[in-house]
């Protein structure tokens, strides 16, 4: 797949088959994705990839404790009781729920945004889920390593007709995502990538997300 076209395409996925992703093709995908760039090579990264019923377990339990009003770890977005993202970027996610619901058929009002988060914090019902985890005495900076290396695996699956949706929902309650799959403390998951073949007949695949355009977020100096 030429590589302008696989950036151009990219999409986040939120349908998935129930088929499970072969592992010879997860490790075929993480494997070429090792290859992003990091600081001073410093490669931060590790994965956990979970399936199955340990899978169904960390859904269950990100559900419970988001119903039991457990105060999230991290700092994610607005609806999570933490800081709002700034107005633009607030109004843009608004603006794509929105679609999304719309080409769904379903009434935008608050319990249909709630129904929808709640199919976020399942992870989509994807049939496998990519953990990116790093040991906490690195630095901020790593984090940028962190979405380059996301950013690799979703371009890499395409090649393998293989979707995916990078989701701060996986990783809302760290400590919980430890004692589920036995990471040490010293790890905390970064991210969490769901990933499987896409349904692409779901209403959900089909919505349109536009990009600022360029002029609108750019200043050139010196041209």
Known sequence: M?????????????????D??????????????THAPSSVNSQPWEFVIVTGEKLTELRE???????????????????????????INQERSSRITGRILEAMGLHDDKETRIAWA????????????IY???????????FFDIGMMAHSICVSAMNYGVGTIISAQTVMYPRMIRNVLGIPENKNPVIG?????????????????????LEKITTWRGF
Not at 20 to 33: D, G, H, K, N, Q
Not at 72 to 85: A, F, H, Q, S
Not at 118 to 129: K, S
């Open 118 to 129: 709640r199919r976020g914090l399942r992870f989509f019902n994807a049939p496998d889920l």
């Open 193 to 213: 990538i769901p990933i499987g073949y896409p349904d692409l007949a779901h209403p959900a695949n089909k919505t349109h997300i536009d990009r600022e355009p």
């Open 61 to 87: 339990k990100n559900l419970a404790m988001r119903d039991a009003g457990e105060r999230p770890e991290y700092v994610l977005y607005p609806g999570t009781g933490l800081p709002d993202l700034i107005a």
């Open 20 to 33: 499970p992703v072969p592992r010879s093709v997860l490790e075929e995908i993480l494997t070429v994705a």
């Open 132 to 142: 990116i985890f790093m040991d906490k005495k690195y630095t901020p900076s790593s």
């Open 2 to 18: 030429d590589i302008i076209e696989a950036i151009k395409n990219r999409r986040s996925i939120r349908a998935y088959k129930t």
